[in-house]
Structures are given as C-alpha cells and as structure tokens.
C-alpha cells in the first residue's frame, strides 16, 4: 500500500474508532464561546476565564504526560496544554487525533511557562477527522501549480498568501464605504445579457433553454449603469463580476471583478478627484500607509497626481507629434516599433501610447483624451472632433482603470454605434455591437454623467506589492490538470522519498548497531510501499532482490539534536520511530512501557531516531548532522 493511502487509511480507521466510542467524528455543531485571536489579543480580559475554543490542529508536541496543540480559527492561532491527568476518561483517545482535525477544547486561560496565552484544557473533543494529512508547508507549497491549484492549502498554511487575499477583500469594504458616504447606491446589474457591451471586448456566449436564447456573460455593466441614470437614480455604482473571452497573463483573467459608477450631472474631471480620494481612502483605511514597492520603483499615493493629455505626453516623452501625423506616418512609426499596423492615427496613438510610454509612468498619473475611434461611448472634448473626455489611471506601469464622460446624444451615439456595426462586419471581433434597448433608453434623455471603473485585481496587485494577477484571485483559473487520473500519491507532494537514520555519537559500535537495528525493523514495518522494490537486473539478467526503493542514510548527531528532531517530526508528515535509552536497558515490553510511563518527555534520553517520507522534508530535519562511519 502506498504511503499516502496508508496514511488515509490510518485515519479513516481512527473515525471509525471514534464511532465505537459512541462519538461521532463528524460533529453537527461546536461548544466553541471564544475566537482565538480575541483571547491573544486581550489577555487580562480573559485571564482565569473558563473558554471554549475550535479550530484546526496545525501542530501537536506530546511531552508524555504534557501535551501542546496549535489550534488555529479564522482569527488566528491559541496554544492549548493537555494535562493528561486532568484529561478524565479520554486518555485513550488522544491516539485517534491528528495534525489537521478539527476539534472543540475547554479549559481555563493562562499563560504557559514561556509566557504563550493559553487554553489549559480540561476536556477536547473532535468535530471533524481529517482523512487526508496536510502536506509539509515548506514543501507543499513551495509549487506555483500546487498552490493555486489547491488554494485552500495555500490560504491555511501560507500566511503571506492569506493576508494578501484578506487586503484584497478589505479593498472591496473600502471601496462601498467610500461611496455609500458619498450617497452612491448599488445596483445589481446582469451577468447573463442579451447584448455584451460596454466596452470593446470579446465575450463568452452560453444558453437559456428555458428561453431558447443565446445570452453573453457580461464584459462590462456601464449599459446598464446607465439605465438607472435614465430612471432618475444620480449616484450609482457596481462591483461586479465580468467576463471576457481573451488572453490569460500574470496581469489577465478571464473572469475579474470591476467597480463601475455613474454619477449624475458630472463629467469627467469629476472622476479624477474621485479617483484621488478613493486611492488615499484605501491606503489610509485598508493598509495603513502610502508608499508602496511596485515593479522595483517606490509609490507614494499621498503626492500630488499629474493629469496630462495623451498626445501631450507622447510628444514630450518622444518627441512624436501624432496631432500631425497621416495614418501612414503613424504606422510607420509602430512598424519601426515593431508593433501592428492600426486603421487610424487615433489608434495608433493609444497602442503606441501603451506600449512605449505608459510602462514609464510610475508615480500615479491620469492620462486623458483619447482618440474618439477606440471610444464610441465617450462625449468629445469640446472644439475637438479627435478627442474625447475620457482618462487612465497609470500606476507603476500598468493602466489600472478607464474613466469618462459618456455621450448622452441619442443621435450622435447612434452614428457611432452603426460605426462600430460596420467595423464588425468588415471582420472586426471586438468591436462594440448595436444595442437598440439601450439606445431607445437614451432617446428618452440622460443627464450630463460621468463614470470610472478601476479593476479591483488591477487595485489589489498593487497594494499588495505582486506582479501576479493569480495571488489577489480567490481561484485562479487553471489549465486542465493533465495528470489527474494518476494515483494519488503521484498527485500529492510525497513522491521523492527518503529513509535516514540517526545514531547518538557518543554510543559504542555494538550498541549504535543494537539501535539501527531496532529502527530499520520498525521503520520497515510502518513504511510499507516504500521499502519495496520488485527487483535489478544487471546486464547478464541477473536478477538482484530490492530491498528498498528510495536512499538509506545513517547519520550521527550528539543525543540533544536527536531529542530536538523528535520533538520536530512530531509535526511532520513522516514516519519517525524514536529510541529512548530504556529501549536498551529494559529486557520485556512490560518493562519498556513501564519505564516510559514514569519518564517525562524533557528528562529522556533518545539514542535514534528514525524518519520515513518526503525527501526535503527528512533533509531539512537532519541538514546539519554528519555521515556515521
């Protein structure tokens, strides 16, 4: 039997044995009173109190007669001490329990005699047997892949990972807070629309079969933010789901989260002081300060924003004046760039803008007046029939958000839309489909308005200093797992295995062989798959019986070091097979527990030890002693 379904059998039997005790193992409910993280944070509030806790076992030390569990909640980790002679009548289940069940303990708070806040418990008992053991932090998620792919391990053992996402969803709170205070009300747009629009996008199309229509997942909702102008709601915003059929990148998901507002009676400059303010709020409120590391470059969000227009800035960054360029001249200038050809001067203002000068702006910096062909929802600057009301947000290099004054000519938008409708035709995929619902609502009048709409990862990944868009997901997508048929300890990060074992070096010859003697029967018994290996083959065909699949190493280290990798291993996923002196200098098995019974953890004295699994996990635990020879 494999390791891992020796180990999940193991488990799966401990269950069972709980049942026979006449206590479920999968509990409806917990006793629990208290959160972890209260009873660390305000110890003289808690002092002396009797409290119930519940949570995961992360780390268990049995000292014999003394016990220590790392319980961990959602507010964070409290230690709990098991006395077992305080422990009436459940001595012979603390067997059953392991590193990652859930469990309730009741006891009185205390400090250790280290000074750790404490549960002293007086009674624990299971809510939840974990069947499948948790994998060794430093090796589980080491892989990108594996933490991703099984984001719950990566949110339970990393701590990095989990305050990020935490920062992430305190974004969003932020966010409502600031606009609630500013009178914003928020509105649930669709997901499923008949049309997708909004912005200049590829969707993904799927089915109503109660309906016999084809709907799309929304790219955007700026549409139907505009509807509730139309019905007389001033100040309106979402934060929504969004979906667009396109590349996927450290910085693209197919599906992300975006505020959306309009508001009523604005235009566009509106927007960028309150992008300014929104910016400051969330610092101040969800991190606690302004500065920030972003691509290498340091941020400060507290200093004044520069605004500059578009071709402004490419002319004095370059010294190209696309303002007075012919459409040839300005692909002339992309093909030397080495970047595609463009329909327009307009667009090829904004690629060439996006490719060469936006990664500069570090400092943030609100660039408007885009070319009115890559904006058919925007009103135009006034005077110019080249530029719209419209900015981006560029913060360390990356446009974090699109902002604008919306056409509100029913006319003029209708012209623009048909535009749009031609260029579709002629075979361009993105371009903005006509959506006749939408432009009847505008034909009965929307006030002057304006609306932004910054990526919420786009925010995230800055705030939290990451150039990855998977790291501010909750599940990033994923390609499809090619191996997933495999048997499931290929899948799980116990494939490179090791076996080493560990000899006092102050024991004689004959007695150091007495103890590994004693450890490779032990080891051997409890390793099961990976002391077996069919056979070599030399090359006469000889065959050669295996005794073992994987490394075998003695090692030797002073009987301190032996007793701290005991006390380590307790909390790993491996085999380890301790021996203690009385191993030697008792002569029955009676004897031997005997001995042990009356020993306490920090007064014996280890002559081995044995560990089985995981390679780098064995590695680390014996990095430091040497070779017995």
Same mark, same amino acid.
């Given at each position: 039997?494999?390791?891992?379904?020796?180990?999940?059998?193991? +488990? !799966?039997?401990?269950?069972?044995? /709980?049942? =026979? @005790? %006449?206590?479920?193992?999968?509990?409806?409910? #917990? *006793?629990?009173?208290?959160?972890?993280?209260?009873?660390?944070?305000?110890?003289?509030?808690?002092?002396?109190?009797?409290?119930?806790?519940?949570? +995961? !076992?992360?780390?268990?030390?049995? /000292?014999? =007669? @003394? %016990?220590?569990?790392?319980?961990?909640?959602? #507010? *964070?980790?409290?230690?709990?001490?098991?006395?077992?002679?305080?422990?009436?009548?459940?001595?012979?289940?603390?067997?059953?329990?392991?590193?990652?069940?859930?469990?309730?303990?009741?006891?009185?708070?205390?400090?250790?005699?280290?000074?750790?806040?404490?549960?002293?418990?007086?009674?624990?008992?299971?809510?939840?047997?974990?069947?499948?053991?948790?994998?060794?932090?430093?090796?589980?998620?080491?892989?990108?892949?594996?933490?991703?792919?099984?984001?719950?391990?990566?949110?339970?053992?990393?701590?990095?990972?989990?305050?990020?996402?935490?920062?992430?969803?305190?974004?969003?709170?932020?966010?409502?807070?600031?606009?609630?205070?500013?009178?914003?009300?928020?509105?649930?747009?669709?997901?499923?629309?008949?049309?997708?629009?909004?912005?200049?996008?590829?969707?993904?199309?799927?089915?109503?079969?109660?309906?016999?229509?084809?709907?799309?997942?929304?790219?955007?909702?700026?549409?139907?933010?505009?509807?509730?102008?139309?019905?007389?709601?001033?100040?309106?915003?979402?934060?929504?789901?969004?979906?667009?059929?396109?590349?996927?990148?450290?910085?693209?998901?197919?599906?992300?989260?975006?505020?959306?507002?309009?508001?009523?009676?604005?235009?566009?400059?509106?927007?960028?002081?309150?992008?300014?303010?929104?910016?400051?709020?969330?610092?101040?409120?969800?991190?606690?300060?302004?500065?920030?590391?972003?691509?290498?470059?340091?941020?400060?969000?507290?200093?004044?924003?520069?605004?500059?227009?578009?071709?402004?800035?490419?002319?004095?960054?370059?010294?190209?004046?696309?303002?007075?360029?012919?459409?040839?001249?300005?692909?002339?200038?992309?093909?030397?760039?080495?970047?595609?050809?463009?329909?327009?001067?307009?667009?090829?203002?904004?690629?060439?803008?996006?490719?060469?000068?936006?990664?500069?702006?570090?400092?943030?910096?609100?660039?408007?007046?885009?070319?009115?062909?890559?904006?058919?929802?925007?009103?135009?600057?006034?005077?110019?029939?080249?530029?719209?009301?419209?900015?981006?947000?560029?913060?360390?290099?990356?446009?974090?958000?699109?902002?604008?004054?919306?056409?509100?000519?029913?006319?003029?938008?209708?012209?623009?839309?048909?535009?749009?409708?031609?260029?579709?035709?002629?075979?361009?995929?993105?371009?903005?489909?006509?959506?006749?619902?939408?432009?009847?609502?505008?034909?009965?009048?929307?006030?002057?308005?304006?609306?932004?709409?910054?990526?919420?990862?786009?925010?995230?990944?800055?705030?939290?200093?990451?150039?990855?868009?998977?790291?501010?997901?909750?599940?990033?997508?994923?390609?499809?797992?090619?191996?997933?048929?495999?048997?499931?300890?290929?899948?799980?990060?116990?494939?490179?295995?090791?076996?080493?074992?560990?000899?006092?070096?102050?024991?004689?010859?004959?007695?150091?062989?007495?103890?590994?003697?004693?450890?490779?029967?032990?080891?051997?018994?409890?390793?099961?798959?990976?002391?077996?290996?069919?056979?070599?083959?030399?090359?006469?065909?000889?065959?050669?019986?295996?005794?073992?699949?994987?490394?075998?190493?003695?090692?030797?280290?002073?009987?301190?070091?032996?007793?701290?990798?005991?006390?380590?291993?307790?909390?790993?996923?491996?085999?380890?097979?301790?021996?203690?002196?009385?191993?030697?200098?008792?002569?029955?098995?009676?004897?031997?527990?005997?001995?042990?019974?009356?020993?306490?953890?920090?007064?014996?004295?280890?002559?081995?030890?044995?560990?089985?699994?995981?390679?780098?996990?064995?590695?680390?635990?014996?990095?430091?002693?040497?070779?017995?020879?």
């Amino acid at each position: 039997m494999a390791m891992l379904e020796k180990i999940m059998e193991e +488990r !799966i039997q401990k269950a069972e044995a /709980f049942r =026979k @005790l %006449g206590i479920d193992p999968y509990a409806t409910k #917990s *006793g629990r009173t208290d959160m972890a993280g209260d009873i660390t944070g305000d110890y003289s509030k808690y002092q002396g109190k009797k409290v119930t806790v519940a949570g +995961r !076992i992360m780390f268990w030390r049995d /000292f014999g =007669k @003394l %016990g220590f569990i790392k319980l961990r909640d959602e #507010s *964070g980790d409290i230690q709990v001490m098991l006395r077992k002679e305080d422990l009436e009548g459940i001595n012979d289940q603390l067997k059953l329990y392991d590193v990652g069940d859930f469990i309730d303990a009741t006891g009185t708070v205390v400090k250790s005699k280290t000074g750790e806040v404490s549960v002293e418990a007086e009674k624990i008992s299971i809510l939840t047997k974990s069947v499948r053991p948790l994998p060794e932090k430093n090796k589980g998620l080491k892989d990108v892949e594996s933490r991703y792919r099984r984001r719950y391990l990566d949110f339970l053992l990393n701590e990095e990972a989990r305050d990020r996402i935490l920062k992430r969803t305190g974004i969003e709170k932020a966010i409502r807070e600031f606009l609630w205070d500013r009178d914003f009300i928020e509105v649930d747009c669709p997901i499923l629309q008949p049309t997708y629009g909004g912005t200049n996008a590829e969707p993904f199309i799927t089915h109503i079969n109660a309906l016999d229509v084809d709907v799309y997942l929304a790219i955007a909702n700026e549409l139907y933010l505009k509807r509730a102008v139309v019905a007389g709601f001033e100040n309106v915003f979402t934060i929504g789901r969004l979906f667009r059929n396109e590349g996927v990148d450290r910085a693209h998901n197919p599906e992300f989260s975006m505020l959306e507002t309009m508001s009523a009676y604005k235009n566009y400059e509106y927007n960028m002081d309150l992008t300014e303010e929104m910016y400051r709020y969330i610092c101040e409120n969800v991190f606690k300060r302004f500065e920030y590391t972003i691509k290498g470059e340091k941020v400060n969000f507290d200093q004044e924003w520069r605004r500059v227009m578009m071709v402004d800035l490419v002319r004095e960054e370059t010294g190209l004046d696309f303002d007075k360029m012919t459409k040839d001249e300005a692909n002339e200038i992309l093909t030397k760039a080495k970047l595609e050809p463009q329909p327009s001067v307009g667009e090829a203002l904004v690629v060439y803008m996006e490719a060469v000068v936006g990664p500069e702006l570090i400092q943030p910096t609100i660039v408007y007046g885009h070319p009115v062909e890559i904006s058919p929802l925007c009103k135009r600057i006034p005077g110019s029939d080249k530029y719209v009301e419209r900015f981006e947000l560029y913060i360390g290099g990356i446009e974090t958000g699109d902002n604008w004054t919306e056409l509100n000519d029913p006319v003029e938008l209708r012209e623009r839309f048909e535009e749009q409708q031609r260029r579709k035709e002629m075979g361009e995929e993105d371009a903005h489909p006509m959506d006749m619902d939408f432009l009847e609502a505008m034909e009965f009048g929307m006030p002057p308005t304006t609306g932004l709409g910054p990526g919420i990862e786009r925010i995230a990944m800055m705030l939290t200093e990451t150039e990855n868009i998977d790291d501010v997901l909750w599940f990033p997508i994923m390609k499809k797992k090619e191996d997933v048929e495999k048997k499931p300890e290929e899948r799980y990060p116990y494939d490179d295995q090791k076996i080493t074992v560990v000899v006092a070096d102050d024991l004689d010859i004959g007695v150091a062989m007495n103890v590994v003697g004693h450890l490779d029967v032990a080891v051997g018994r409890r390793g099961g798959d990976i002391m077996g290996r069919n056979a070599y083959v030399d090359s006469e065909g000889n065959i050669h019986r295996g005794i073992s699949r994987y490394p075998v190493i003695i090692l030797k280290a002073s009987k301190a070091d032996i007793k701290k990798v005991v006390e380590e291993a307790r909390d790993k996923s491996v085999i380890m097979v301790d021996y203690p002196s009385e191993m030697f200098t008792t002569r029955t098995d009676d004897d031997l527990n005997a001995a042990i019974e009356n020993s306490k953890h920090e007064k014996m004295e280890y002559w081995g030890v044995a560990l089985c699994g995981n390679s780098e996990i064995v590695t680390e635990l014996t990095k430091d002693f040497k070779l017995y020879k």
